[in-house]
């Protein structure tokens, strides 16, 4: 079904759903960066007023790119996984974190307002995580969490966003799978409840959802989205990418042209790992011990035996990636971890999940220092192809 | 929910030095439920721990028929191996597993197996020779080639003598470098594949099943070898070693193309890994 919601009823909303739920929303800074942040933590300063002047929802009037994505709430940047203490016998107490050090305690998440590319994107790690041996960590922080998406109209980095050619955006389609959508209209927003767990939700907050005409919704969502397809003025052929990238590198001419592609960005990447902490679907990770008896260096108290183990997210691109203990690194040669990022995402997750997990986001050019980025990459391999 | 990340305690039964770098330690869960609970394949790893120190993915070198303890043959090569080959007996290591997929044994009963393994490379085929040679007679003849750097980096010479015994099973081995009182081979392992009757032009080998392991240019050179003596790719089984830090497909390191080492492997037919596009 379809309602309506007033733009003036979003913070009382917001606040009414922090009792059930720890919502996470855009907010700008006072620099001027959307971060997602935590209803409770806004809230604690200002009430309502400082919400609704910070809150940065609305792909018209306040597109916004959350300057990280979205996957950090549910895999942090660093997490325990568990700590240790030394119970004596040369064996240690392990204690599991039990979501202690997760700022929503033990409500579900809501995230409110993500724009349909990391919605995307948020599909693609949870399949991952949680499907062939569940991550437990990654399943603890996401479970019973829902998320609200708030469609682009404008896209929020006119020089970098290409959801409508990857097929992610820049409004959801019925079909698609995802619970509500809120697209901006008027002082307002359509809201497109599209499952029966988006209409549970809905469900006793008439307060705040109108009901609003199906017929005449219905039309007018189709006429933004042509709007919006429209204003996406960066095209690129990533089906074209896709299906050159199938080939094998040494076969045809795309074996003359991706060889130099890689070259090139190995030789003019610096190694900073800015795309893969920016990416919303880069999963990589580390895990290390930090402990008071055998780190060099550690904030922990000295005293009993005691540490814990810590796992940090971590990228293809850093030569230590793959190095072994030995010194054997398979991919010592930059160029292979060129090649490693692209390949990746064009070539072997279509093979894997059916789909490229590149949602063309564009955090990776606009993070990037030195330009380089998949949607350069893309424009790259498809020179000469036709529109 | 099941926490895949918690290991184990396993206490350490014995300790044997097996060359100047390298032990093999025998385990024991200290748990009973958690020893009753376990139980492994033949070909897959561990996640083994040094609380404080990290963890590395360390294969099993035991047979899965034996139910009373695990063992793990470590060299010391890094900051956790090298702590982890300073413990000793009584010793408490942190364990969790298995993971990975295993050798074939039951698809193999009565077929010619050819071992090839290079240095510590013979720890991941030992439990799967053992399983062979306790079960000798469902299969055929068993030759197992292995190669080390010298002699003293030569591991379960004891054993090796020991299989050689069993009838109808040989053992070959060479070194790279002799030292005094080798009266033995030197050469590369394929080097002994004549004497083991592979060679080349002697038509194809459709009753016999080659199991590699060894460091990643041996594999490759010894599996093409096979090749060139008609051994079909897909009867050459290789297991691979791969930096690893989570051994359930999450991390992202021992990403190979589009497989992940800990659960699509480690052990791959040669048929899939001629079609890698990435080195290994």
């Known amino acids: 079904m379809y309602y309506y919601l007033r733009r003036e009823k979003l913070a009382g909303l917001l606040l009414h759903l922090s009792k059930e739920w720890s919502v996470l929303a855009p907010f700008r800074n006072s620099y001027g960066d959307v971060t997602l942040e935590n209803l409770d933590s806004v809230a604690e300063n200002g009430r309502a007023e400082e919400i609704a002047s910070r809150l940065a929802l609305g792909g018209r009037t306040d597109s916004a790119q959350l300057l990280s994505p979205p996957k950090e709430v549910f895999f942090p940047q660093s997490e325990i996984l568990f700590q240790f203490s030394e119970k004596g016998n040369g064996e240690f107490a392990i204690e599991q974190p039990e979501g202690k050090d997760d700022p929503s305690g033990n409500k579900p998440k809501l995230l409110f307002g993500i724009k349909p590319c990391d919605y995307h994107a948020l599909l693609m790690t949870g399949r991952f995580f949680l499907e062939d041996n569940t991550d437990f960590y990654y399943s603890t922080r996401a479970n019973g969490s829902m998320v609200i998406i708030d469609s682009c109209i404008v896209p929020p980095e006119p020089e970098a966003c290409f959801c409508s050619s990857a097929g992610t955006g820049p409004l959801m389609k019925r079909g698609d799978e995802y619970d509500i959508q809120l697209v901006e209209e ?3 927003f359509i809201v497109d409840v599209a499952s029966s767990r988006g209409e549970d ?7 705040f959802f109108k009901i609003a005409d199906e017929k005449e919704t219905a039309r007018r969502l189709e006429e933004i989205r042509k709007e919006a397809v429209g204003n996406v003025e960066l095209k690129v052929d990533f089906k074209g990418a896709l299906e050159i990238m199938k080939e094998s590198p040494e076969e045809g001419e795309t074996g003359e042209r991706l060889p130099a592609i890689y070259r090139e960005i190995a030789d003019r990447c610096i190694y900073c790992g800015a795309c893969l902490y920016l990416c919303p679907t880069c999963t990589c990770f580390n895990v290390y011990d930090n402990s008071n008896f055998c ?25 230590g990636y793959s190095r072994e203990a030995s010194g054997h690194n398979p991919r010592d040669d930059a160029y292979k971890r060129a090649e490693r990022r692209y390949e990746h995402k064009l070539r072997y997750d279509p093979v894997v999940y059916g789909r490229s997990t590149c949602v063309g986001c564009g955090r990776c050019l606009t993070g990037c220092p030195v330009d380089i980025g998949m949607l350069k990459f893309i424009e790259e391999v498809t020179v000469g192809n036709e529109e | 929910m099941r926490n895949d990340y ?3 305690p396993a206490r350490i039964v014995s300790a044997r030095d097996e060359t100047y770098d390298t032990k093999t330690f025998r385990l024991k869960f200290t748990e009973p439920s958690v020893a009753e609970d376990f139980n492994f394949k033949q070909g897959q790893f561990l996640e083994v721990s040094l609380l404080g120190r990290g963890e590395a993915p360390i294969s099993i070198c035991s047979s899965p028929l034996e139910r009373e303890y695990f063992e793990l043959n470590i060299r010391s090569v890094g900051s956790l191996t090298g702590a982890i080959c300073r413990l000793k007996e009584g010793d408490i290591l942190y364990v969790r597993g298995p993971y990975g997929n295993s050798f074939p044994f039951k698809e193999v009963k009565g077929r010619d197996l050819v071992f090839i393994a290079g240095g510590i490379g013979l720890a991941p085929l030992r439990g799967l ?6 079960n000798k007679k469902d299969f ?9 750097k010298s002699p003293e980096d030569l591991c379960f010479r004891d054993e090796l003598e020991q299989w050689s015994e069993v009838e109808g099973t040989s053992v070959y081995q060479t070194v790279d470098r002799a030292s005094d009182g080798w009266n033995g081979r030197v050469g590369l392992v394929t080097e002994l594949y004549e004497a083991a009757g592979i060679e080349e032009g002697a038509g194809e080998m459709s009753n016999t099943t080659a199991f590699l392991c060894g460091p990643p240019v041996m594999i490759r050179f010894a599996a093409r070898k096979l090749k060139a003596c008609g051994f079909k790719p897909g009867n050459i089984y290789v297991t691979l070693e791969r930096y690893m830090k989570c051994g359930i497909g999450k991390c992202g390191h021992c990403n190979i193309g589009g497989v992940f080492v800990c659960v699509d492997g480690p052990v791959f037919s040669w048929e899939h890994v001629e079609g890698f596009t990435e080195d290994f």
Do not use: H
């Not at chain 1, 550690?298 to 293809?316: F, N, S, Y």
């Open chain 1, 186 to 188: 008027g002082n307002g």
């Open chain 1, 201 to 207: 939700f809905v469900s006793g907050l008439e307060n």
């Open chain 2, 140 to 148: 055929g003849n068993v030759s197992i080639l292995y190669g080390a």
């Open chain 1, 295 to 319: 780190s060099v260096l550690t904030l922990l108290e000295e005293g009993e035996r005691a540490g814990e183990r810590v796992r940090v997210w971590d990228g293809c691109v850093f030569s």
């Open chain 2, 129 to 134: 020779i053992q399983m062979v040679l306790k």
């Open chain 2, 6 to 8: 918690i290991p184990y």
